[in-house]
């Protein structure tokens, strides 16, 4: 009997697994976004432009979004599990955007739910209705918009993306604590931060009063954005800080290609605090730089990363306060209603506000923490699952389980699972 020969037993088996690569990365080209596909539009545009029109326009349109979040905190300190449920809103915001004309544009949205731009104000007291965006965007200059009110700032473009397109439920830590609630100390609720009363903290929600001038280029695949704005630094609170002038000054550009997208932004403001620095105010800066392949609307494959920086100089002290964090995340769109999503985020604080001795503050579900002095540090690392049904006109089913491990003796680890419904809505008022 011939033995067989041991060389080209090899070289069928290479050129077997060859094969096999080869079909793979086709298969998965087909899944690839196209370089010639249109860039995706930014967000300020979303936001703030209308179609030019001779008559005036009105739409009525908005979110819904209830549904139903666990969480479950087992303590580094006792071998106890505790676990909080609730159903809830997530949004509940309606709004009217139209034109009054070829030359302004008008946008209004508002909050009904409890959330990181509705909070509570007090134990025992139900978040109200709050006025989220009310502007006025006038087209008067070629290549420029210039939209005065209060507007969403395009920092990063997490936080910027539409409610009912975000491809999860909760927002990264970075996105809660930096551009939501910038330097909060009370890392809670799966690594949300309290929303500190004014003015404890600049760029709040994400909102501004101001003026913003903007715009986008497009040329085929290629797409260049930019925006420039002036501020009061106090966000959702619609008033002026306590220098008593508009100082918060921001900046941002992006870049497209096809699928391939680079993004970043810059501000910086200040504010009074008279509590645990005495006199003079306290500066702030901060910066964002987005990365990202694929449009997460609607590609079968996508990537995106997100970095944000904020730096707070505290008068009378060396220890300026520092709060960082990123996350990377990966969709998969293999069937057109269907999407799963793993997201890997990280966020830690230093040297932050003064919090006295003793002071304990509730942590994840039922449990409490104590800080003990001034710059305590905070480190969490989260992991999250995503799955997303679309179904037809925009509606979207949700589920997502969140793993927020806290680098931090006297903080316990989180599981989260968040389920909602998101339902758009649109209603033509004036056409």
Request: charged share 10%; aromatic share 12%; with cysteine.
């Amino acid at each position: 009997m011939k033995k067989p020969n041991k060389k080209r037993t090899w070289l069928a088996r290479a050129l077997g697994a060859g094969a096999m690569l080869t079909t793979s990365a086709v298969a998965c080209a087909g899944l690839l976004p196209s370089m010639n596909e249109k860039p995706m539009t930014s967000w300020a545009m979303v936001y703030g432009t209308e179609k030019p029109q001779q008559r005036p326009t009105a739409l009525l349109f908005g979110v819904v979004q209830p549904g139903y979040s666990y969480i479950q905190s087992s303590s580094t300190t006792s071998p106890n599990v505790t676990g909080n449920g609730a159903f809830k809103f997530y949004r509940l915001r309606p709004g009217i955007r139209g034109s009054l004309g070829p030359n302004i544009d008008y946008f209004f949205l508002a909050e009904f739910a409890n959330n990181a731009a509705n909070p509570n104000t007090a134990p025992g007291v139900n978040a109200s209705a709050r006025v989220m965006d009310g502007n006025v965007t006038l087209n008067y200059i070629p290549g420029v918009h210039v939209q005065v009110g209060q507007m969403l700032v395009p920092f990063g473009e997490e936080g910027a993306t539409a409610a009912g397109v975000l491809p999860w439920i909760n927002y990264s830590p970075a996105t809660y604590n930096i551009d939501f609630n910038q330097f909060a100390t009370t890392p809670s609720n799966n690594g949300i931060a309290g929303p500190p009363a004014p003015p404890n903290g600049l760029f709040d929600a994400g909102r501004e009063m101001g003026v913003m001038a903007f715009n986008q280029f497009v040329h085929g695949p290629m797409a260049v954005d930019y925006a420039v704005g002036y501020f009061n630094g106090t966000g959702l609170s619609q008033t002026q800080n306590g220098m008593g002038h508009p100082d918060q000054a921001f900046v941002h550009g992006g870049v497209d290609f096809g699928p391939l997208g680079i993004a970043g932004s810059y501000e910086t403001g200040r504010y009074s605090q008279t509590v645990g620095y005495g006199s003079g105010s306290l500066q702030q800066k901060r910066y964002a730089i987005d990365l990202r392949y694929g449009n997460y609307i609607k590609d079968p494959l996508w990537l995106w990363y997100e970095y944000q920086n904020a730096t707070n100089e505290q008068p009378g002290t060396t220890n300026n306060g520092l709060a960082r964090g990123w996350f990377a995340a990966a969709g998969f769109h293999p069937v057109k209603k269907y999407m799963g999503v793993f997201r890997y985020s990280t966020f830690n604080t230093e040297n932050l506000d003064t919090v006295s001795s003793g002071m304990s503050t509730t942590v994840g579900a039922g449990s409490t923490a104590t800080f003990t002095g001034p710059g305590q540090a905070v480190s969490l690392d989260q992991e999250s699952l995503v799955g997303v049904y679309l179904a037809r006109k925009g509606v979207r089913y949700y589920v997502e389980f969140d793993h927020t491990t806290y680098n931090n003796s006297t903080l316990p680890a989180d599981n989260a699972v968040s389920v909602m419904l998101s339902v758009p809505f649109g209603v033509r008022l004036l056409h």
